[in-house]
């Protein structure tokens, strides 16, 4: 996923980002929900991203949804993002 195949101190490309926020943007109050419940998964299917190697996320965690919040969040609030920013707020209500 794109928020978690950089450390953050580069800059997620375009595309890839707003891939991200369209997932974010339509189904947030499902992640969260996911997150919340620590929604587990076996294989490949939830593995962590290159720059969370070490995490031994396998599904959804409170832990994976910050750092998925704090990635858009820095990624500014325009666009795509503005409205993944927005869906990610309504979801944790």
């Given at each position: 996923?794109?928020?978690?195949?950089?450390?953050?101190?580069?800059k997620t490309?375009?595309?890839?980002?707003?891939?991200?926020?369209?997932?974010?943007?339509?189904?947030?109050?499902?992640?969260?929900?996911?997150?919340?419940?620590?929604?587990?998964?076996?294989?490949?299917?939830a593995k962590?991203?290159?720059?969370?190697?070490?995490?031994?996320?396998?599904?959804?965690?409170?832990?994976?949804?910050?750092?998925?919040?704090?990635?858009?969040?820095?990624?500014?609030?325009?666009?795509?993002?503005?409205?993944?920013?927005?869906?990610?707020?309504?979801?944790?209500?």
């Amino acid at each position: 996923m794109a928020l978690e195949d950089d450390d953050g101190q580069q800059k997620t490309d375009k595309t890839s980002l707003e891939a991200a926020a369209v997932w974010f943007a339509h189904a947030a109050p499902t992640l969260w929900k996911l997150s919340s419940e620590s929604k587990d998964f076996q294989g490949k299917i939830a593995k962590q991203g290159q720059a969370m190697q070490g995490k031994e996320w396998r599904g959804f965690t409170k832990e994976r949804w910050d750092h998925w919040e704090g990635r858009l969040k820095a990624c500014g609030n325009e666009g795509l993002v503005a409205e993944a920013n927005r869906a990610i707020s309504e979801a944790k209500r």
